[in-house]
């Protein structure tokens, strides 16, 4: 599914940048551009790097 049409970025790569240390939106950005068309993906991203966050919490 993708989170970003405008730079047609899907779930799977936002959790691998998320894996790989991209810890805000911005971040997610510089490494794949979603985030820097539109806009519209900007809440979805917050909630993937949220719901990641709680994962690390949870296994913490």
Request: charged residues 25%; hydrophobic residues 40%; negative net charge.
């Amino acid at each position: 599914m993708f989170v970003c049409i405008c730079r047609a970025v899907t779930e799977s790569e936002v959790h691998e940048h998320i894996c790989q240390g991209a810890d805000t939106a911005d971040a997610i950005g510089e490494r794949c551009g979603a985030g820097w068309g539109c806009g519209t993906c900007l809440d979805r991203l917050q909630e993937l790097l949220l719901e990641r966050t709680a994962v690390g919490r949870s296994a913490a």
